[in-house]
């Protein structure tokens, strides 16, 4: 799956390149355009922007749209700002910012960022943000969507507790997805206000002891969907709890979180980990956690609480942990967490049930699926002699193949299925929202196709899922 996702990956920054029209603009000490800001004085809507590796005492403001910047290799922009805002200020739209890293931002107002974003439309990948005022901020633009992938936030904020690891402000919708933020200063690893948030498989600890307000803080509510996501809550921090919605107020246009398959874990000897504040939100539902160490699962108002198959234990060790003190919260043969999840059902039309995990460090995998969903952030893999069971019991169920990859017009997803009867087959876009239902196609056992129209989807990233109710296969897939 890895390799598949290697190759897949490589095959969107193909997509994603700009049309045969725009200009490739190369950066480095050996170039014409020494520095990434006379990069982004010369650029036009469309051009990519490849960066030689090095360290580059250097400030930009980029302006033209449709940009895709990239760091070919070991690429840091360091301590300087432009305009008293961020290392970078970002006022196109549709950038693409890929393998940078930003640190050492500092502004007279205390919160110089590695990136301010001001334009719409933001996707980070493979980047890096460390010891800034704040990591990365950006604006209020409710038709703009942020996405982060596989990135890396460490040791951000002044120490006022108003600036942060990453601030997002009311955007439209924020997503996170295999990313790694750790070690706020004094506030929080994640916060944001977008009308829809977004947190899939990712992991928020204190790794070097760090001072940490909240591992995520969603003060004004929204739509916001927490799955798969591992929080480690350090002895040090500032803040008792780990996840806060709502506590400035209700002012995004809806009051719902999903909290399901997450592992939560604290040092402090009090506090909550999922805490709301006394106005009722409308819906919360929390499946499948693991909550473990001296907390309080659910504090707070809530309309409608739906909560089951939840896994709480005061004392770390009784949850069944490999290896806590060195920060491993996959499970032991013993643990609890084994087999006592349930169906958490969808939200939006996304499917709660995880299918991907985090690796260590910013990496993805897919999760197994055989039995019963294990409660927490990772499914439990049997020793080898006992894996190949299991394994045999996910083959129920397998995609093989979707061609052509990347696809325009349609694709054809071939697949092995091991009992007749219907099955469903849907398509989920990178946040993980339902795009594409086809219910109830019935089919004999053995080796099957399916011939899918795409030509109604943008170009973009993509993942194809397969179900017959009781088992489940995915591929991501590229549309061009």
């Not at 402000?169 to 009308?195: L, Q």
């Not at 995004?252 to 939560?264: D, E, G, I, S, Y």
């Not at 927490?376 to 299991?390: D, H, K, M, N, S």
């Not at 876009?429 to 239902?437: F, L």
Request: glycine share 10%; charged share 20%; with cysteine.
């Amino acid at each position: 799956m890895r390799q598949i996702l290697c190759i897949l990956f490589a095959a969107l920054l193909f997509v994603t390149a700009p049309e045969a029209s725009a200009r490739i603009l190369h950066v480095g000490p050996s170039r014409n355009l020494t520095l990434p800001s006379h990069a982004a004085s010369a650029a036009q809507d469309g051009d990519t922007i490849l960066i030689d590796a090095g360290e580059y005492a250097d400030a930009a403001r980029w302006t033209a749209d449709r940009l895709l910047i990239r760091g070919t290799g070991g690429v840091h922009v360091r301590d300087k700002t432009y305009g008293g805002k961020a290392i970078w200020v970002i006022q196109g739209n549709d950038t693409v910012v890929e393998g940078i890293e930003f640190s050492g931002a500092r502004v007279p107002d205390k919160n110089g960022a590695g990136i301010r974003q001001e334009g719409r439309n933001l996707t980070l990948r493979h980047c890096y943000f460390h010891h800034n005022e704040m990591g990365i901020l950006t604006s209020n633009d409710a038709e703009s969507h942020i996405l982060f992938e596989y990135c890396e936030f460490a040791d951000n904020g002044y120490g006022d507790g108003f600036s942060h690891n990453m601030y997002i402000n009311h955007v439209g919708r924020f997503t996170m997805r295999f990313c790694y933020s750790h070690d706020a200063v004094i506030g929080h690893n994640v916060k944001s206000r977008a009308h829809e948030t977004w947190l899939l498989y990712n992991r928020l600890d204190e790794a070097n002891g760090g001072r940490t307000s909240r591992e995520i803080d969603i003060p004004n509510g929204g739509l916001a969907v927490i799955v798969g996501n591992v929080m480690d809550h350090g002895l040090n921090t500032d803040n008792s709890n780990l996840l806060g919605f709502g506590h400035e107020g209700y002012s995004n246009p809806r009051r719902a979180l999903f909290v399901v398959n997450n592992t939560f874990v604290t040092a402090r000897g009090a506090g909550g980990f999922v805490t709301l504040p006394s106005s009722p939100a409308d819906t919360v539902l929390v499946y499948n956690n693991i909550f473990a160490g001296r907390a309080t699962p659910v504090s707070g108002a809530t309309l409608l609480l739906d909560s089951a198959s939840n896994i709480a234990r005061r004392d770390i060790a009784d949850a069944g942990f490999q290896n806590p003190g060195a920060g491993d919260f996959t499970l032991m043969a013993s643990s609890p967490a084994i087999d006592a999840g349930s169906d958490p059902g969808t939200a939006d039309g996304f499917t709660l049930l995880p299918g991907m995990q985090y690796r260590h460090p910013l990496q993805d995998e897919a999760r197994p699926s055989a039995g019963p969903v294990d409660c927490g952030a990772f499914e439990y893999l049997p020793p080898v002699g006992i894996r190949q069971e299991t394994s045999a019991a996910a083959q129920q169920l397998n995609i093989l193949s979707l061609a052509p990859q990347p696809a325009q017009h349609a694709v054809t997803v071939s697949f092995r299925t091991a009992h007749a009867g219907p099955l469903q087959l849907a398509i989920h876009d990178v946040t993980g929202k339902r795009v594409v239902t086809h219910h109830h196609v019935a089919h004999a056992p053995g080796k099957q196709r399916i011939r899918l129209d795409v030509q109604q989807l943008r170009r973009g990233y993509y993942f194809v899922e397969i179900t017959d109710g009781k088992h489940r296969s995915s591929m991501p897939m590229i549309i061009r």
